[in-house]
């Protein structure tokens, strides 16, 4: 292998990975905490979207309990996230584990 053949599949590797960032960008998962009482909506580049709580939480004295709800339910959106872009990471490169490529999700 030729250095301008390494440097031509490194790109279309670039390419592909810009391409899977886009991707991921518009795909949605929810994470949820207390048995679905809270949910927040997270996109594949782990932005928050949305922040969903149930009624009854609302109208309760419990503000730490909610605080620790939306922690929760946001952690898990990342979380799943995160996982989302592994996968699809893995079938850009065959399922081998390329140092440092992993970070970029």
């Not at 790109?11 to 391409?19: D, L, P």
């Not at 909610?66 to 990471?89: P, R, S």
Request: aromatic share 0%.
């Amino acid at each position: 292998m030729d250095l301008n053949s390494i440097m031509q599949q490194a790109q279309q590797m670039q390419a592909k990975i810009a391409e899977i960032q886009e991707q991921l960008a518009n795909k949605t998962i929810t994470g949820s905490a207390g048995g679905g009482m809270v949910n927040v909506t997270v996109n594949g580049r782990g932005d928050v979207l949305a922040v969903a709580i149930e009624d009854a939480l609302l109208s309760s004295e419990e503000k730490e309990m909610l605080q620790d709800l939306i922690v929760a339910a946001t952690n898990d959106g990342l979380k799943k996230a995160k996982e989302l872009g592994k996968q699809e990471m893995q079938q850009l490169t065959g399922g081998l584990n390329i140092p440092g490529l992993s970070n970029l999700f």
